[in-house]
């Protein structure tokens, strides 16, 4: 069985960095596409970020452009969101997610992380 263990979070002062990992385990890492949600109190999930399975295409949430950026190495088996200059509206529970797609991009597969919370407060 699969499973996504998310790490990196915590409470970091406006203007300042984290970089969140996520360890995959149970599953063929290397290909399945990678991603980065979040989700504020009393908001929807929202996608942040996005990598292919083999690294060479990302997509960002445009609220995080030129702040946050999505890596993985599959060597190790773990994606990461390296995020800068965070903004109390960034403050939020960051889950990843693995998704295993057909050639369609049709998602057969997903896991899902538990998540962690991410506070930006000074």
């Known amino acids: 069985q699969g499973q996504l263990v998310e790490s990196g979070g915590g409470l970091v002062q406006p203007g300042g960095s984290l970089r969140l990992s996520c360890a995959a385990s149970?599953?063929?890492?290397?290909?399945?596409?990678m991603s980065w949600y979040r989700q504020a109190p009393g908001k929807e999930r929202e996608l942040v970020a996005d990598?292919?399975?083999?690294?060479?295409?990302?997509n960002y949430a445009d609220s995080v452009k030129g702040r946050f950026t999505i890596s993985r190495d599959n060597l190790k088996n773990t994606v990461y969101l390296q995020m800068k200059s965070l903004k109390p509206e960034d403050t939020a529970v960051y889950f990843c997610?693995?998704?295993?797609?057909?050639?369609?991009?049709?998602?057969?597969?997903?896991?899902w992380g538990q998540g962690t919370q991410v506070t930006v407060s000074s």
């Open positions: 990598i292919s399975s083999a690294g060479s295409s990302t």
């Open positions: 997610r693995a998704d295993l797609l057909t050639s369609s991009r049709v998602v057969v597969k997903t896991y």
């Open positions: 149970g599953f063929t890492f290397r290909s399945y596409a």
